[in-house]
């Protein structure tokens, strides 16, 4: 399973760090993705670490979002940057295997407002 | 990036019907590279299906999937009461992954 924690109130331009800890399987193994979800929206595709550490990203988020992992710890983070209003959502970190998502956590709220 | 239309965008049905959910895609999507998920309120999304047709592990087996190109299907071949919820399909053919917008199975 993972489960996500991190988020919370933050004022536009701010910064957050998720996390993703991982059990039952290593982090540094699979592909790990983040997937967000505004309010009463759709799905969006966030994020993806590859197992040889490539990582990937939104044309939404790139330049202010950053994935990573620690190792030693099993866990994935997102590290979000000049935050936007329209970054408000539930972030949901998930075990990627090649593309489709088949482990989800249960997701970490960010809510960017002043 | 591939732009995946889901059709309808509600669907009302009684328990133990059949559910027929599209979802088109903008360009033919390589390899069959598509999935499914089930989300019901305040949850995580669930993998139904990938390779838009093999069923994810405990899937039951009223749920199928099929399709390939630019067209895929699920269908929930008898409705019960737990799968009324959101669908999305999402493709993984091409870079970026995108979801379509869902499609809402209510109760008639």
């Known amino acids: 399973q993972v489960v996500e924690t991190g988020g919370g109130l933050i004022q536009p331009g701010g910064s957050l760090r998720l996390s993703c800890a991982a059990s039952?399987?290593?982090?540094?193994?699979?592909?790990m993705s983040w997937v967000r979800q505004a309010p009463g929206k759709g799905l969006e595709w966030v994020s993806v670490?590859?197992?040889?550490?490539?990582?990937y990203y939104a044309d939404s988020v790139k330049g202010r979002f950053t994935i990573s992992r620690d190792k030693s710890k099993n866990t994935v983070f997102l590290q979000m940057n000049s935050l936007r209003a329209e970054d408000t959502a539930m972030y949901y970190c998930a075990r990627d295997l090649a593309g489709y998502m088949d482990v989800w956590g249960k997701g970490t709220t960010v809510t960017v407002s002043s | 990036e591939i732009v995946l239309t889901q059709s309808p965008g509600t669907l009302s049905l009684s328990p133990g019907e059949r559910a027929t959910l599209s979802c088109r895609a903008s360009?033919?999507?390589?390899?069959?590279?598509l999935a499914w998920y089930q989300q019901k309120p305040g949850q995580a999304p669930r993998l139904l299906i990938y390779g838009a047709s093999s069923s994810a592990t405990g899937i039951p087996d009223r749920f199928s999937g099929s399709g390939s190109g630019t067209d895929f299907t699920l269908t929930i071949s008898r409705l019960e009461p737990e799968d009324f919820a959101v669908y999305y399909c999402?493709?993984?053919?091409?870079?970026?992954?995108?979801f379509g917008q869902g499609t809402k199975v209510e109760i008639k």
């Open positions: 360009q033919s999507i390589s390899s069959s590279f």
């Open positions: 039952g399987f290593f982090v540094s193994s699979n592909y």
């Open positions: 670490i590859y197992s040889a550490g490539s990582t």
């Open positions: 999402q493709q993984y053919g091409s870079s970026p992954r995108t």
